[in-house]
């Protein structure tokens, strides 16, 4: 598995941003199918958006148009751009990629959002 290190989140009110990152150890985002996720409390892990190994993206309809995905291969990061947050953006958000069927997972981070 690849270590993947997530940077940003933490607290914001509605109608704010936050910009989330996740680094790799080594170039792999490039051409691996990566995403965001995230898991509000009490319920189950879901899609907030993903790059697909052809570089096609991908986003959960209650996020279109407000979050974005980005992936930076010179300094091998992905990022979610979170604009326009709700209260209901509240969750643990965790990035992956996916290198030829095995899944690494960030450590996640909290996003809260406060109304």
Known sequence: QVQLVQYGGGLVQAGGSLRLSCEAAGNIFGTNARGWYR??????????????????????ASVKGRFTISTDSTKNTLYLQMNSLKPEDTAVYFCNVVIQSTVSWGQGTQVTVSS
């Not at 898991?39 to 959960?60: N, Q």
């Open 39 to 60: 898991r509000a409390p009490g319920k189950e892990r879901e899609l907030v958006a993903i790059v697909r190994a052809d570089g096609s993206p991908v986003y959960a």
